[in-house]
């Protein structure tokens, strides 16, 4: 699919993620995880906001997506909270920041709709100061078969009608890029993954 074809995609679904923020089915896990964010924080395809209930009043953030609707919901939803936001519109897998910039970098979601996501978390490794963290909420393949074999089979149609595949492996994509991870926790048959990794 092309970029500006995945970008309408997440354009439209920008009211319905914003719903999302204090109860969707992933609050828990996001609250288990992004509550560690510290320091300048660098947060990849930010969609609506979905993580700014977790983050404490002294980070500064750092905000990237690639669609315009979801930035604008993410814009407004940032005047609830303390912390100092700035929100760029571009696209990650383009995306140039200088090294060692960030102390936290986040990643929702997001490595789903990729076509380089090896090279997306080498740009972390880039991003990311050598003592700092890179916080990870995907979801993937199931370590359920009867459950991976439907994700197989329903990913064409997927990525067709919202624009991410359902069958990626998150632990292999992580472990073929330079990160080292510290700690995986699976979740919902195995299909939400939680990584804390560092550079």
Known sequence: MDR?????????????????????????FRRRIFQEANGK?????????????????EIELTGLDFSHEMLKTAQNAAKNYPFKTTLIQTDVETAEFNENSFDTIISSASLCAY??????????QKWCKPEGKILMME???????????????????????????????????????????????????GYLYLIWAKP
Do not use: M, T
């Open 4 to 28: 500006q074809s995945l970008i309408k995609k997440f354009d439209k679904q920008a009211k319905k993620y914003d719903k999302r923020r204090k109860n969707g089915q992933a609050y828990k």
């Open 41 to 57: 924080v660098l947060e990849v395809a930010i969609g609506s906001g979905l993580n700014f209930p977790f983050y404490n009043r």
């Open 115 to 124: 076509q380089e996501p090896v090279n997306v978390l080498n740009s972390f």
């Open 139 to 189: 979801h993937g393949i199931s370590a359920n078969k009867p459950l991976a074999w439907l994700q197989k089979s329903l990913d064409p149609l997927a990525l067709k009608v919202v624009g991410c595949h359902q069958n990626r492996n998150i632990s292999e994509i992580v472990k073929k890029s330079y990160l080292k991870i510290n700690r995986e926790e699976r979740y919902l048959a």
